[in-house]
């Protein structure tokens, strides 16, 4: 890994790449301060990390992390910034594939936002910050899943839910599953958060190379009506 770079490569693919999965940690509302991989935010997405390489046996899945240069969102959206950064460096290293990001609290509105670059095909959203009118038009035909816990007292899920609703009326193929007594850290029924983020990632990994609706979990919470309990 180069100095500077955003992409940390976690499992390299034992055949040409085909797909990639970017996991995104979360942050701060404002931080100049240096982003390291042993802060909390960082070490929390470690056993996501694990789940999301053991979602799929494809020998040409790709799974790395993005580096963020600060702790911060700042007022200038560093991290997506940097998610862009990560998936410019991931062209350069394994070609046009198509990506599946995972992200945390403030992660995950990264890696909605990120979504805008046509090589993301999918989106886990886990516990996202999405402030009141954070952009959804740019998630034309993109699979999104958001989970999140109904305990969460730092990011809203009824603000998840007007998201997923807000995705939806710009055609993506959007969904909101509610983890019972889930907190915001993933500690509380961590188990059901890792079990969760393997189904949803290896269901969005196949559902991108196929038309229609992904299967199961995510399938499931892309059609209903009204979030889904898990």
Known sequence: MAAGAALVVRRRPTAPAGAAVLVLHGGREHSRRASRAWHPAALRMRPLVRAAVASTDRRDVLVGEVRYRYQGWNATADPVDDAARA?????????????????????????????????????????????????????????VVVLHGDRDRVTDPAASAEYVRRAR????????????????????????????????????????????????????????RDPLLW
Do not use: K, N
């Open 87 to 143: 998936l410019d460096e991931l062209r350069r290293l394994a070609g046009e594939v198509p990506v599946i990001l995972v992200g945390h609290s403030m992660g995950g509105r990264a890696a909605l936002r990120a979504a805008a670059d046509p090589a993301v095909r999918g989106v886990l959203a886990l516990a996202p910050w999405c402030p009141p009118g954070e952009p959804a038009a740019h998630l034309a035909e993109t699979r």
């Open 169 to 224: 009326q710009a055609d993506a193929q959007a969904g909101l599953v509610l983890v019972r007594g889930g907190d915001h850290a993933m500690l509380r029924r961590g188990g059901h958060w890792h079990r969760a983020t393997a189904a949803v990632v290896a269901q969005l990994l196949r559902a991108q190379s196929a038309p229609g609706s992904p299967a199961g979990l995510a399938g499931r919470a892309c059609a209903a």
